[in-house]
């Protein structure tokens, strides 16, 4: 089936750096989504992303929607203790009868104060 | 407030013993569905429903049922959980099966299942 390849698995930074992660398929999706879990929650939606080339950004977070509609990367600037957790990027394909999410599988941030 | 509620939060049980993880919208949400989480494996995703009395398999079905009878609830069932069903399960829900935009899920807080 279709899989989401996302790297790194796990990222220990020091307060303030930048972080930069990305996901890879080899399947053509119309939908790219970045979640985030914090420790003891479910994951919470921080970015959609709907076209190709797209580039949108939420606060100190920016993801773009790769051109060849395989792939996506999240970035963070400014790195802050509240940012740890796992980010986890997802894709569909909307329309038609189904419209599953398919999840990477995660990227584990620590950051160290 | 607008949530997704599962229960219970956390669950210790014995191999055979059924269980039921309830879960509750009450966002009148079409879409519910049922992941499980483990280490180094992501969400897969188990059942999903896309509306009253309609559900199917996910990626990850064997051993687990679910029901919808009612728009609001979609329970996990496990007739009888073995050691390898000891996960982090979370529910989840959207709106409208059908218009494009409608990948904004959301998760409960998640169950902690273990069998021993």
């Known amino acids: 089936g279709q899989q989401l390849n996302q790297s790194p698995q796990s990222m220990f930074i020091q307060e303030g750096e930048d972080v930069s992660m990305n996901c890879t398929s080899s399947?053509?999706?119309?939908?790219w989504l970045w979640y985030k879990q914090d420790p003891g929650e479910g994951p919470v939606l921080l970015i959609a992303?709907?076209?190709?080339?797209e580039l949108t950004s939420n606060g100190r977070l920016t993801a773009q929607f790769g051109i060849t509609r395989k792939d996506s990367f999240l970035n963070i600037s400014a790195s802050i203790p509240s940012d740890v957790g796992i980010y986890f990027c997802?894709?569909?394909?909307?329309?038609?009868?189904?419209?599953?999410?398919?999840f990477g599988k995660g990227t584990k941030l620590s950051v160290k104060p | 407030e607008a949530q997704v509620t599962q229960n219970p939060r956390y669950l210790i049980t014995v191999t055979g013993k059924k269980l039921t993880v309830t879960c509750s919208q009450n966002?009148?949400?079409?879409?519910m569905s049922w992941y499980r989480q483990d280490p180094g494996l992501g969400l897969r995703q188990i059942y999903y429903?896309?509306?009253?009395?309609?559900?199917d398999k996910g990626d990850v079905p064997e051993g687990y049922k679910v029901s919808r009878k009612e728009k609001r609830n979609f329970p996990l069932i496990l007739e009888s959980p073995s050691p390898n069903q000891t996960s982090l399960y979370f529910c989840?829900?959207?709106?409208?099966?059908?218009?494009?935009?409608?990948?904004?899920?959301?998760f409960g807080s998640g169950t902690q299942l273990s069998v021993l």
């Open positions: 399947s053509i999706f119309n939908t």
């Open positions: 997802a894709s569909m394909n909307y329309g038609g009868s189904q419209g599953n999410l398919i």
């Open positions: 966002m009148n949400h079409e879409y």
């Open positions: 989840a829900s959207r709106p409208s099966t059908w218009t494009g935009l409608n990948e904004k899920l959301f």
């Open positions: 992303l709907y076209k190709a080339g």
């Open positions: 429903s896309m509306n009253v009395e309609v559900t």
